[in-house]
């Protein structure tokens, strides 16, 4: 009964395509979070927002990496240039301040 | 540098026992300790929380100990069943440090009838 909804729930891409999925926060939630999650089970935390504004993310070096959070549309998270070391879950989560993060079920991305 | 460490990894009981996950952090300033569960093919939900002014959280067959000296925790899963395994992640954040959340590399029980 998630209500953070997240699209596509698959998404295959070839190396070097570009890769985007999209996330709806709980009503009312104003921060949104982005993990990565491998296929180990390990989260690597992406980048988080309140209110459409960023509040922290990984040093994304490679600058493969963007995400938005636009008033009145959903948060997206777009790799430009997949590799097949970006195959992963991706989880988009969204809280209230200082409560726990509600997780849509998540895209699955694989990049042949 | 792991912040928040889980053991064990991986975790057999019978049902009926008590499983005991645990976990421990490095930074003081962690103010809020949410545990998550995961079923396969599936995404993380919250089961339980604790924040440090209590050292006892109590939710049915699941009770989280804390100790914040140590800056440990534990969860106990009293009268287990086969529906519990699951990974079971610890995490930690800090309230007023725009709200990071981070988790630990989980706890793989398996539930045996």
């Known amino acids: 009964n998630s209500k953070v909804i997240q699209t596509p729930r698959y998404l295959v891409k070839g190396q070097g395509q570009k890769a985007k999925m999209r996330c709806i926060p709980e009503?009312?939630?104003?921060?949104v979070f982005w993990y990565q999650q491998n296929k180990n089970n390990e989260f690597k935390f992406l980048i988080n927002?309140?209110?459409?504004?960023?509040?922290?993310q990984i040093d994304m070096t490679e600058k493969r990496f963007s995400a938005e959070c636009p008033s009145n549309s959903p948060c997206s998270l777009e790799i430009q240039s997949s590799e097949a070391g970006d195959s992963a879950l991706y989880l988009c989560?969204?809280?209230?301040?200082?409560?726990?993060?509600?997780f849509g079920e998540g895209t699955r991305l694989s990049v042949l | 540098q792991q912040q928040v460490r889980q053991s064990p990894q991986s975790l057999t009981v019978w049902e009926g026992e008590t499983a005991i996950l645990n976990c421990s952090y490095e930074?003081?300033?962690?103010?809020?300790f949410p545990w998550y569960w995961q079923f396969p093919r599936e995404s993380p939900a919250l089961l339980i929380a604790?924040?440090?002014?209590?050292n006892k959280k109590e939710d049915g067959r699941f009770t989280i100990f804390f100790n914040k000296r140590e800056k440990k925790l534990s969860l106990h899963i009293t009268d287990s069943q086969p529906g519990d395994s699951a990974t079971y992640f610890c995490?930690?954040?800090?309230?007023?440090?725009?709200?990071?959340?981070?988790f630990g590399k989980g706890t793989h029980l398996h539930v045996l009838p």
């Open positions: 989560a969204s809280s209230l301040q200082g409560q726990a993060p509600l």
């Open positions: 009503k009312g939630h104003p921060v």
């Open positions: 927002f309140q209110n459409q504004e960023v509040l922290q």
């Open positions: 930074d003081s300033t962690f103010d809020y």
């Open positions: 604790i924040r440090p002014v209590s």
């Open positions: 995490a930690a954040s800090v309230d007023t440090n725009a709200y990071k959340v981070i």
